[in-house]
Each structure stands twice: as structure tokens, then as C-alpha cells.
Nanobody
Framework: QVQLVESGGGLVQAGGSLRLSCAASGSFFSSYSMKWYRQTPGNERELVASITSGGSTNYADSVKDRFTISRDNSAKMTYLQMNSLKPEDTAVYYC?????????WGQGTQVIVSS
């Protein structure tokens, strides 16, 4: 069983920065990829960034060069550093992982970017 808890969301002005954190429970954290998604009302969840067990990263084009995903395996933490935020980054951000075909999601953290 895996539990994910996000934190770090909030209200920020355009051009500002936020750092989201995701705390994971369960075993073998270092063996699995971690992902950050975001969702706005009426839309599907969008994959924002991912990081493999080996530390390889991938980003959506819309956040490339502004967001950075990282992980601390010893602490079972995943982070999303978000810089140069834009109003269109406003969304609920979710941490996620998959194990043996089962998807696990956190409860989400709200990010609001004001113009």
C-alpha cells in the first residue's frame, strides 16, 4: 500500500515560485517512477513532470525550463520546483505513482497564480 501526501501549494503572483512536496509511505520508494500531474475544472489531468527510479526526468512542453522535478529517496520525498509561474499554471497538482499496475494518487494541492 502506498500513500502520497502533497503540500506546498498556495497563492503566488505571476513570475513567482513555489515548491511542491510529496511525501510517500510504503516500501521500495526508490524503485518506482514518480510523477506530478495537474488538473483544472472540466479538464483531464495533465502530466506535468516525471522522474524515474534512476533520476531521469521528463517535462510537458508547457513547463519545460520553468519546472524541475526531483526526488530524495532516503526521505521518500518528491519535489516540484516551479519558477516563473504563469496564471495558466493555476491548477490542483497531484503526486502519483504506479506499482504492479495500480495507480496511487495524493489528495492534491491547489496552486493559484494571480496576474
Amino acid at each position: 500500500q502506498v500513500q502520497l501526501v502533497e503540500s506546498g501549494g498556495g497563492l503566488v503572483q505571476a513570475g513567482g515560485s513555489l515548491r511542491l512536496s510529496c511525501a510517500a509511505s510504503g516500501s521500495f520508494f526508490s524503485s518506482y517512477s514518480m510523477k506530478w500531474y495537474r488538473q483544472t475544472p472540466g479538464n483531464e489531468r495533465e502530466l506535468v513532470a516525471s522522474i524515474t527510479s534512476g533520476g531521469s526526468t521528463n517535462y510537458a512542453d508547457s513547463v519545460k525550463d520553468r519546472f524541475t522535478i526531483s526526488r530524495d529517496n532516503s526521505a521518500k520525498m518528491t519535489y516540484l520546483q516551479m519558477n516563473s509561474l504563469k496564471p495558466e499554471d493555476t491548477a490542483v497538482y497531484y503526486c502519483a505513482t504506479s506499482r504492479r499496475g495500480v495507480d496511487y494518487w495524493g489528495q492534491g494541492t491547489q496552486v493559484i497564480v494571480s496576474s
